[in-house]
């Protein structure tokens, strides 16, 4: 009886833990899937995967190409087997077969026949099946996300994590599924592709579910608020500083100026000296860009440096009894660069520490302590050859000297990328020099950078060339992809992913408030008359970047030119022959509505709120022209600018935007470089200053020429406007600052060109107003502007 008993638990040990002694079921093993509805990308078992078509959605149901489903669950393409003639497909699976037909609602399961509610069809020379009843034949469980619209794909219980609350992105993994990932984006996005839009009815259908959402507090900078002694680099957002050419920490000036960083002593204005300067040149480094607080200062810039390249094989076209090993010459591969300072002793400045990444440098931040760097790197194609090209490196100093490998399984892909292209994201506590910094890589590219205090919001714009049946005619269609991290102490966490339809401007399109992602974006072509002319728009998202309000098809034949997001008002200006300035309501996220707009002749490059009911627009001023006929009649009116403008938009009544002021400076040909980087700002509303650089051209004679188009003006200045302004005067001409001398002037002609002369930036410390080109420091009276001294950069 004893051994009876021995005799049944040893077989009951033996079935459950020793598993080829197991039964074997149907299911094809213990996996993962999640197949994203028009994605043509799949995650199985943590690993993104590439198709060349995507799942959709039809009647309700979604539909997933079988043979990536099968593959998925573990099957063999050899057990996968399509029957031409009967248009049948089986699935083999330890002997036993799975079989369904297109077109047919059964659905055999070894001896088993199901009905099936849907039926199996082709699309794209693809089988496509219900992803339910194919994988709940096959033992596993399924559940969808709606948020994500994505199909979940598991053994029972051990469902993959829903893509909308999952922050874990699926990896590259190999080598090899990297060549199929990117294979499979060209075929979507080669600069030769067309794709017919002509979608099965209900593809855009909603399945049952929710989306979930959460709060955060946007700290939106409303104008330059500073109290202290001195002033700041002008940024978009309240406690995110940015990067620039020019800092001063309120006694110290710190100056680009080619391959040196100028350390001057600028306090008081009447003893300027240099007192230190960083050197470059041996480095190979141009500084772009630099921080500066209290105790550190940051240098960014680009860099590279030579990389070999494994042998490439490379196959005759006769035939031959060796391959031939090439060894190609190393290729030079850009680098972004951060040099770290300690500037506690400024006449002995100490590099504590540096950080590399490869690619081009895309944008930065500095939170306090905490500093992020962004880069861009392209991922080189050879074809035709048996090559892997060098995996993407970073070098940090706290923990050596080499560049370290970033290995595929640590590479994270974004589904949906669109770029054959890395984006390397670093984070770092400079407080904390002994601690490693946080690099992130992922396959996917970002264009402009919007941060709040908490979030890293990273965009970029995919091109996709399209016919559309109805009329034969080819259309761009845009889409701005999102990618959200959240920033803590240095580090980042990829939190969620979205998209909208359109481009973006900058990174002025892009806004945080109250726990919503704002962006606005222009789609079409402004040229165009029919349906596909440009159209603007405005997009509400929610925590998890799910589009949760819009606001569609503003100013119809006209493009964007600036945008400003400030609280719960929206701020846009689009142009084609006037300039109107819309203000939107963002009070409700789910109803975004315009609330006042106003129709004036110009148009603003950059929006800057001045304080909650008035926003100063810095732009072109320009002129309306009507063009005439064949027979001179006239037919339609073009805008040509003019000089720089200015104008203060009252928006106080809402319903009725009013401009309040305007100035207007030079004529055709006048430019500042504040139009295309709001860095170039100086505005201080409690010293009722404004101040920028600028290049004056002005007409001498008749303002329109022989052509009939407005003249172009000769060169008359550069250097700073400097104003007062407040909401009584407007805009008052306080004086001209320039770096020219009167020689230079005299012997500039009608043109002027980039010299080391011209004025790039204007700051203030205490009562002294500076005014940094990269040849002079100059000093003024804040009050009078009369010169207190100049200091020589040689």
Known sequence: MKKFILLILFLAFAVIFIPWLQPKGNAAG?????????????????????????????????????????????????NIVWDDVSQAVTFSIDGAATRFTVG????????????????????????????RWLAEAL???????????????????????????????????????????????????????????????????????????????????????????????????????????????GSYIYLIKGERIIIAQAYPAGEMKI????????????????????????????????????????????????????????????TVKAFIYDIGDKSSINQVRELELDGRYVSSRKIGQSFYLVSNKSIYDYPLREVEEPKPSYRDTAIGDEFIDIDYSGIKCFPGFMEPNYLI???????????????????????????????????????????????????????????????DDGKLTYAAGGEVPGNVL???????YNGCFRIATTRGDAWRTGEFTSKNNVYVLDDGLKVVGKLEDIAPGERIYSVRFAGDRGYMVTFKTVDPFFVIDLKEPGHPEIL?????????????????????????????????????????????????KMAVFDVTDVNNPVEMFREKIGDRGTDSELLHNHKALLLSKDKDLLAFPVSVMEVKGNEIDETGFPAYGEFTFQGAYVYNIDLANGFALKGRITHLSDEDYKKAGNQWYDSDKNVDRILYINDALYTLSGKYIKANNLDSLAEIGTLVIN
Not at 105 to 130: C, H, K, T, W
């Open 30 to 78: 213990q996996h993962q899937a999640t197949f994203l509805v028009d994605q043509k990308m799949y995650i199985n078992d943590g690993q993104g995967k590439a198709m060349d078509v995507a799942p959709f959605i039809h009647d309700g149901r979604v539909y997933v190409p079988v043979r990536y489903l099968g593959r998925a669950l573990g099957i063999p393409d050899d």
């Open 139 to 249: 033992d596993y469980e399924v559940d969808w996300d709606d948020a994500a619209r994505a199909v979940l794909v598991g053994p029972p219980g051990k469902l993959p994590g829903p893509p909308s609350e999952n922050r874990d992105l699926p990896v590259v993994g190999t080598y090899e599924n990297l060549k199929d990932l990117l294979a499979n984006l060209q075929d979507q996005y080669g600069n030769n592709e067309k794709m017919l839009m002509d979608a099965p009815t209900g593809l855009g259908a909603a399945l049952p579910g929710s989306a979930k959402a959460a709060d955060r507090i946007d700290e939106d900078s409303q104008s330059v608020k500073n109290e202290s002694g001195y002033s700041r680099t002008n940024v978009q957002v309240e406690g995110v500083d940015e990067a620039d050419i020019v800092k001063t920490d």
């Open 425 to 487: 994201v670093a984070g770092m506590n400079l407080d904390k020099p002994e601690e490693k910094a946080d690099v992130n890589t992922f396959l996917g590219s970002g264009e402009n950078i919007y941060a709040s205090t908490k979030n890293l919001y990273i965009a970029m714009t995919s091109h996709r060339y399209v016919i559309m049946k109805d009329d034969n005619e080819e259309n761009e269609m845009e889409k701005t992809k999102v990618y959200k991290f959240t920033m």
């Open 104 to 131: 047919s609602d059964l659905l055999r399961v070894g001896e088993r026949e199901l009905e099936m509610d849907v039926v199996p069809m082709i699309n794209s020379g693809r089988v496509f099946a219900s992803a």
């Open 596 to 644: 006042g707009a106003l129709k004036i002749p110009g148009y603003s490059d950059y929006l800057h709120p001045y304080d909650e009911n008035h926003i100063i627009g810095f732009g072109k001023d320009t002129i309306e022209l009507g063009q005439k006929g064949g027979s001179g009649s006239e037919t339609n009116s073009m805008a040509f600018y003019t000089g720089m």
């Open 275 to 334: 007192i230190s300067s960083l050197d470059f040149a041996e480095k190979k480094f141009i500084p772009d860009e630099m921080y500066v607080d209290d105790k550190y200062l940051i240098v960014i810039g680009q860099t590279n440096r030579y990389r070999d390249i494994m042998p490439i094989k490379e196959y005759s076209s006769k035939k031959m009894s060796q391959d031939i090993d090439i060894c190609p010459p190393p290729f030079r591969s850009d």
């Open 506 to 512: 900058n990174q002025f399109s892009m806004d945080e």
